[in-house]
């Protein structure tokens, strides 16, 4: 592994700065990437889904002919894939099988209190559980993973993290490449630190403004590659690391199209030439290989360093006749919505274990806003500097696909015009948003650095 270079990211107290960040390794493109397993549906009948999901330990040769220790969804290593659509009933058993205390969270979906698996939710090792609701929100990509008060960063950082695909009347009619594993393609992005015996070391990872690794892993695949056919790819990307930022871009420059934002499409495909993800933010991008040749070297490479992602393979095959539409749905941001007034101020603040929401960190008894259900209302994010200058803050509410109004002021990018459950919160930056909430319970809002939420950067939103 390389460890060339670390002595300067040492920031002068010792800690790593904020600004400079350990670069991510290259990809040999050596292995083919590894396409998570869709789970089987357990229930014959129609519009009703039955799954089971554990949590478990296991063992995963991500290195050739070596173990390493790790947790997974059903399977050793990450998870599967869980597939709803628009308009289901879903029945989930839920059972820990770990050696701690682990819950069941549902990141961007929009569903009662009680079944979204915040801290509140918290099984012990051996229990089960059973979550009940229905999928009333639109097409798009989420993911799940544990969220127990403390070691949320940890159980992902081992690899407890998996997607949820959404479908509805609209995606099945749009054309989009669609044939899972082959032109439609799930990307979670992750970086680790192995030890010397090959072992994910979180507390040698482990830093308190959050986990950054030298080694790339795709869907848990070490040094990927992706052999395409020459046709549209649709790729969903999620950025699944604990604290890492990534800004996708073709090394040759080229640009591709953004289809989806967090949760849903966008009404337009937006071209780009990079885009900037932070934890937990997701985005469908479609790359067209159909005029490309075998001998062209196509990857996906992380602009904040320079770092190889993902090479591309192209092979001789022609592939489908895929299409992206012009209108793609009908996302709308009303006069109404614009003219609200700001009914809740939340500011970001600190790094470290410092880290606050509105001055206080989190306390699971404490109750910090409170909405009604089914009310939009205007919150307004602000991430107040520190004398360091701060850091950029990825902020995520639950049980909500909320719109982004405002940037200081201005209007958002084209691609941020869309569902959104996490953004990016730079410093000294204002954000508003338009947020409702379909369901009661309690929801979390929270930095997605997964070490500042565990050091407290959450607050509790009561929907009544
Ligand atoms: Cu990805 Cu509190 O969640
Ligand atoms: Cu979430
Ligand atoms: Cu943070």
């Not at 002919?65 to 879903?90: E, I, Q, R």
């Not at 990307?187 to 030890?195: H, S």
């Not at 701060?390 to 209007?411: A, C, D, W, Y």
């Amino acid at each position: 592994m390389n460890k060339e270079g670390s002595d300067s990211m040492e920031g002068m107290d010792g800690h790593m700065s904020h600004d400079e960040v350990v670069s991510l390794n290259d990809s040999t493109g050596e292995n083919e990437l590894k396409i998570p397993p869709v789970l089987e549906d357990e229930n014959a009948k129609e519009e009703e889904i039955a799954y089971t999901v554990r949590a478990q330990k296991g063992e995963t040769e991500i290195f050739d002919g070596t173990k390493t220790k790790t947790l997974g969804y059903n399977g050793a290593f990450l998870g599967p894939v869980l597939h709803l659509s628009k308009g289901d009933t879903v029945k989930i058993k839920l059972i820990n099988e770990l050696d701690e205390d682990t819950t069941f969270h549902w990141h961007g979906l929009e569903v009662p209190g009680d079944a979204d698996g915040g801290p509140h939710a918290s099984l012990k090792p051996g229990e089960e559980n059973m979550v009940e609701f229905k999928v009333t929100q639109e097409a798009s990509t989420l993911w799940f993973h544990p969220h127990p008060e403390g070691s949320t960063s940890e159980q992902v950082y081992n690899g407890l993290a998996g997607l949820i695909y959404i479908e509805d009347d609209n995606s099945k009619s749009l054309g989009l490449p669609n044939e899972y594993g082959q032109n439609d393609i799930p990307l979670i992005f992750q970086d680790k630190t192995f030890d010397d015996k090959y072992q994910l070391n979180y507390d040698a990872a482990m830093n308190e403004d959050g986990t950054i690794g030298e080694t790339l892993l795709i869907n848990g695949t070490l040094n990927p590659m992706l052999s395409v056919k020459k046709e549209k790819v649709r790729l969903r990307l999620l950025n699944g690391s604990n604290a890492r930022n990534f800004t996708f871009k073709l090394n040759t420059g080229d640009s591709f199209e953004q289809i989806a934002t967090d949760g849903g499409f966008l009404n337009e495909p937006v071209t780009l030439k990079e885009i900037t993800l932070t934890p937990s933010e997701r985005a469908e991008i479609i790359i067209d290989f159909s005029k490309l040749d075998t001998d062209d070297d196509l990857a996906l490479i992380n602009d904040e360093d320079g770092s190889i992602l993902l090479p591309f393979q192209v092979s001789e095959q022609g592939g489908e006749d895929s299409n992206i539409p012009e209108k793609m749905n009908d996302f709308t941001i009303t006069e109404e919505e614009m003219n609200l007034p700001v009914t809740k101020n939340v500011e970001f603040f600190g790094m470290m274990d410092k880290v606050t929401i509105n001055g206080k960190k989190f306390d699971k008894d404490r109750i910090d806003f409170t909405q009604e259900q089914g009310v939009t209302e205007v919150w307004e994010f602000y991430n107040k500097p520190d004398d360091m200058g701060g850091m950029i803050h990825p902020v995520h509410i639950h049980g909500t696909q909320f719109k982004i109004l405002s940037r200081n002021g201005e209007e958002p990018s084209e691609n941020e015009q869309g569902w959104k459950d996490s953004f990016s919160l730079e410093p000294d930056e204002t954000v508003k948003v338009a947020v409702q909430f379909k369901n009661k319970g309690v929801y979390m809002l929270h930095c997605h650095i997964l070490e500042h939420e565990d050091n407290g950067m959450m607050s509790q939103v009561k929907v009544e």
